[in-house]
């Protein structure tokens, strides 16, 4: 009876190492840096009584014991379903095409802080069920700052920082130009004063065009007014002929023996203006003599025909 009863407990310990199991990780916890991407392992073997369907089930337990497990990504029913959790939304992948070949590893792309927990697989092909978890830690390369006060030129040159943790390293390379400081008020002053005369040539242009478009303005009004109020020239040929004719009239007029003295006087010339035109002594009235007295004096009667007022003969 005792070794019937010892058989079957070994049958029992050899069926249950052919069952559904998980090969156990190399590391529990990893580590990386925000923004890489996190790879976490889970393979599988099937034993040969595991014939139900096959089921994976990644979960995250957060870093906050106040938040309860959610699914980020499921395969069921030859399925993949991978929109349960919304900040992981389009950054977890199968790395496998086929999970049933044994591997339900999966990658986290773009690392966020809010990643940390622990991540747990589960793998169900009834009547094997097995599950393990792993660790996950981001950690924050932070950019370190370093101030130079009163740097003068010769702080000026090629810097070198580099980053280690952990995760890796990194570094960068800067490069520093020290210079003096600028006159600031003296162009601001410049800056002003610039804006100031371009004001002012500005306002003389328009000046200008204004004013040279009134003269314009001004020409064409005068060059087109009529003044009515100049009077006409005098004409010298009228009164040249009325003088002439003024002087035929009187020589007409006269008897042959008062002609001697008229002869000696030249009516070839015409007046000119300025004869016209000289000042004229003032005269005194004529004294009347009686009729018979100018007989005596030997005076003989001429007949002058009427003129008018310019001269001309009526």
């Known amino acids: 009876m005792a070794l019937l009863l010892r058989v079957v407990l070994l049958c029992g310990v050899a069926d249950l190492t052919r069952s559904l199991s998980i090969t156990p ?21 099937i034993g040969p009584d595991d014939q139900g369907p096959l089921d994976i089930e990644w979960l995250l337990s957060p870093a906050d014991n106040q938040k309860v497990d959610q699914v980020i990504i499921l395969y069921s029913g030859d399925k993949i379903y991978d929109n349960y959790h919304e900040a992981l939304k389009g950054r977890v992948h199968f790395t496998s095409n086929d999970l049933k070949s044994g591997d339900a590893s999966i990658n986290v792309t773009n690392l966020q802080l809010s990643d940390i927990g622990t991540y747990q697989c589960k793998v169900k092909k009834a009547p094997g069920v097995a599950n393990k978890k792993v660790l996950l830690t981001v950690l924050e390369m932070t950019s370190p700052v370093i101030t130079v006060r009163n740097a003068t030129s010769e702080y000026s040159g090629t810097y070198s920082c580099t980053v280690q943790n952990r995760v890796g390293s990194d570094q960068c390379l800067l490069r520093l130009d020290v210079v003096p400081p600028s006159n600031r008020a003296g162009t601001i002053a410049g800056a002003i004063i610039g804006i100031l005369l371009a004001l002012v040539i500005i306002g003389l242009i328009i000046f200008c065009c204004h004013k040279k478009r009134r003269e314009e303005k001004y020409e064409k009004e005068v060059h087109h007014d009529i003044r009515e109020d100049v009077p006409p020239p005098k004409s010298r040929t009228s009164t040249a002929r009325s003088y002439i004719g003024s002087n035929h009239s009187s020589l007409g007029s006269m008897s042959p023996s008062n002609m001697e003295g008229y002869s000696k006087t030249q009516y070839n010339q015409v007046p000119s ?7 004229q002594s003032p005269t005194l009235p004529p004294a009347k003599v009686a009729a018979p007295n100018l007989s005596r004096m030997g005076a003989v009667p001429v007949m002058i025909p009427a003129q008018s007022k310019d001269g001309s003969i009526v």
């Open 25 to 45: 990780p190399d590391q529990m916890m990893i580590e990386k840096a925000k923004g890489e991407t996190a790879y976490l392992p889970c393979k599988f073997t």
């Open 273 to 279: 203006e300025d004869f016209e035109r000289a000042p």
